[in-house]
């Protein structure tokens, strides 16, 4: 079949992709490291304007409703926690973190979707007793689907009818259908995206494995596990849905190997819907960023 996107046009569209926030790729960056501390977290947040007055506000909100006002960024890290931290910095990092997602239906947004994914993947995680994995899952879950941004940035006429016709089946054999039918899958396309932000061998083998696992490095691939565990759960809140849908289906081999029974879904669902949706709540405090 007819290639329908160039290799140029491919390229320019993650060239122009923009940049996450100084704040924010050092923020992710530092996540990644278990040798991090807490006062890192704040030496990175009292460096931005932006972000110290979105904390303040958050932390002083009504959601939280602080027994007296939070005026430190220390306080406001303290009591926010590191999660929320870095999810408010990724959501303000990047307009294309919040934009629609053309081609995935109105209310798919790069920043919802993961935050659902690294909220489920923080739970699955502990659930299994994989503690040393949290907070990088987490930031896998965030991240994990970014290559669309820049696809969504590629759809027009002729590439969602090519996208409408992506076959059914295995992850594997959709994601072959999407390189056939487009000439790049969104995996490929976040792992241009990592290599262009720098942000790191296990954050990068999430975004270009997390629907199949099995090819990911033996050093990462209980983490894209679990990933690729909490994708599929967030499927079952309802996916994105619409052409290229990014709610491939799970593998239940996986869900076996990390350690997850049918019977403990339910439970992790309602935990991943109900945080998800007062993080989102907590972090989307005071409208949209400067």
């Known amino acids: 079949m007819v290639r329908v996107i160039s290799e140029e046009r491919i390229d320019r569209a993650v060239r122009e992709l923009a940049p996450l926030s100084v704040s924010a790729?050092?923020?992710?960056?530092?996540t990644g490291d278990p040798s991090h501390a807490a006062e890192d977290i704040v030496r990175v947040v009292d460096q931005d304007a932006s972000l110290?007055?979105?904390?303040l506000r958050i932390a002083n909100s009504p959601v939280i409703a602080p027994a007296a006002p939070i005026e430190s960024v220390e306080h406001a890290v303290s009591l926010l926690g590191e999660r929320t931290v870095v999810s408010a910095a990724l959501s303000i990092g990047a307009n294309w973190m919040q934009a629609p997602l053309a081609g995935y239906g109105p209310d798919a947004k790069i920043f919802d979707i993961g935050l659902k994914t690294a909220v489920a993947a923080r739970l699955v995680a502990t659930h299994v007793g994989s503690e040393e994995l949290v907070a990088v899952a987490y930031m896998g879950g965030l991240l994990h689907d970014i290559g669309s941004a820049v696809l969504?940035?590629?759809?027009?006429?002729?590439?969602?009818?090519?996208?409408?016709?992506?076959?059914?089946?295995?992850?594997a054999a959709r994601l072959a259908a999407e390189?056939?039918?487009l000439g790049v899958t969104h995996c490929e396309l976040g792992v241009r995206v990592v290599d262009q932000f720098?942000?790191?061998?296990?954050?990068?083998?999430?975004?270009?494995?997390?629907?199949?696992?099995?090819?990911?490095?033996p050093d990462f691939r209980r983490l894209v596990e679990i990933v690729h565990?909490?994708?599929g759960m967030c499927a079952r809140l309802g996916g994105e849905g619409g052409p290229g849908s990014l709610a491939y289906p799970a593998?239940?081999?996986?869900?076996?190997?990390?350690?997850?029974?049918?019977?403990?879904?339910?439970?992790?669902?309602?935990?991943?819907l109900?945080?998800?949706?007062?993080?989102?709540?907590l972090v989307s405090f005071g409208g949209a960023s400067a």
């Not at 790729?25 to 530092?30: A, D, I």
């Not at 969504?152 to 992850?171: I, Y």
């Open 25 to 30: 790729l050092t923020l992710v960056r530092l």
């Open 52 to 55: 110290t007055i979105r904390l």
């Open 152 to 171: 969504a940035e590629l759809f027009e006429p002729s590439v969602l009818a090519a996208s409408e016709g992506l076959g059914s089946g295995t992850a």
């Open 179 to 181: 390189k056939e039918n």
């Open 198 to 217: 720098g942000l790191g061998p296990a954050l990068r083998a999430v975004i270009e494995h997390h629907h199949v696992p099995s090819g990911a490095a």
């Open 229 to 231: 565990v909490a994708d």
């Open 251 to 272: 593998d239940p081999a996986v869900f076996e190997k990390v350690g997850i029974r049918e019977s403990d879904l339910s439970g992790l669902i309602s935990d991943t």
């Open 274 to 281: 109900e945080e998800s949706s007062a993080l989102l709540e």
